[in-house]
């Protein structure tokens, strides 16, 4: 199975920001990752996906990028309503499989 | 608008079976490959499985933790995907979500539209 290993496992950030979260994986995945954000008691919300198209309605301060085998997400001015759990996860192969997550909080 | 509504979650005790659905509106069901993840409480996202659209077979994979016991199913005429939990165990506890997937243009599937969820628990 591919492992993902995402860092940090928590953030504290203010407003305003830039926030970068990374994610490896244990083997090549070309560019087949996708971006995930998660309120507490809500299902997740796909954010970035195929490593940096941006899924339509999500705002522009969100972007993704790809080297080699590692992922980043990049919050690129905090908001307030940008708190909460990021996780990536492959789907190059089966079984998909996700990041720890990364909790983003004041 | 697209929605995704599961249901036939609830408390289960070990080794029996429980059957969820997942309705579905707003878009053309036939056309796309559904997935199932899970949470188990406190706990990060795990994939249950997956199942194709007709168009491309239909067939579905599993996660490891799954093959076996659980089972998806698809029902186009009535926009209903599956999930068939037998032999559960009490580490199945988890929030169940189903998921509308995507196929992009390189060829990835990527689950966009996600269902509130339901609560399986299952007891000793």
């Known amino acids: 199975d591919i492992q993902l290993t995402q860092s940090p496992s928590f953030q504290s950030a203010s407003v305003g920001d830039r926030v970068t979260i990374t994610c490896r994986a244990s083997?090549?995945?070309?560019?087949?990752l996708a971006w995930y954000q998660q309120k507490p008691g809500k299902a997740p919300k796909l954010l970035i996906y195929?490593?940096?198209t941006l899924q339509s309605g999500v705002p522009s301060r969100f972007s993704g990028s790809r080297s080699g085998t590692e992922f980043t997400l990049t919050i690129s001015s905090l908001q307030p309503e940008d708190f909460a759990t990021y996780y990536c996860?492959?789907?190059?192969?089966?079984?998909?499989?996700f990041g720890q997550g990364t909790k983003v909080d004041i | 608008e697209v929605l995704l509504v599961e249901s036939g979650g609830g408390l289960v005790q070990s080794g029996r079976s429980l059957r969820l659905s997942c309705t579905a509106s707003?878009?053309?069901?036939?056309?796309?490959?559904m997935s199932w993840f899970r949470q188990a409480p406190g706990k990060g996202l795990e994939w249950v499985g997956f199942?194709?659209?007709?168009?491309?077979?239909?067939?579905?994979e599993y996660a490891a933790s799954v093959k076996g016991r659980f089972t998806i199913s698809r029902d186009d005429s009535k926009s209903i995907a599956y999930l068939q939990m037998n032999s559960v165990k009490t580490a199945d506890t988890a929030v169940y979500f189903c998921?509308?997937?995507?196929?992009?243009?390189?060829?990835?599937?990527?689950?966009?539209?996600w269902g509130q969820g339901t609560l399986v628990t299952v007891s000793s």
């Open positions: 195929a490593a940096s």
């Open positions: 199942i194709r659209s007709k168009g491309f077979g239909g067939t579905p």
């Open positions: 083997q090549g995945i070309s560019s087949y």
């Open positions: 998921t509308r997937v995507f196929l992009d243009d390189s060829g990835g599937y990527y689950p966009f539209d």
């Open positions: 996860q492959q789907v190059d192969s089966y079984p998909w499989t």
């Open positions: 707003g878009f053309t069901f036939g056309d796309d490959a």
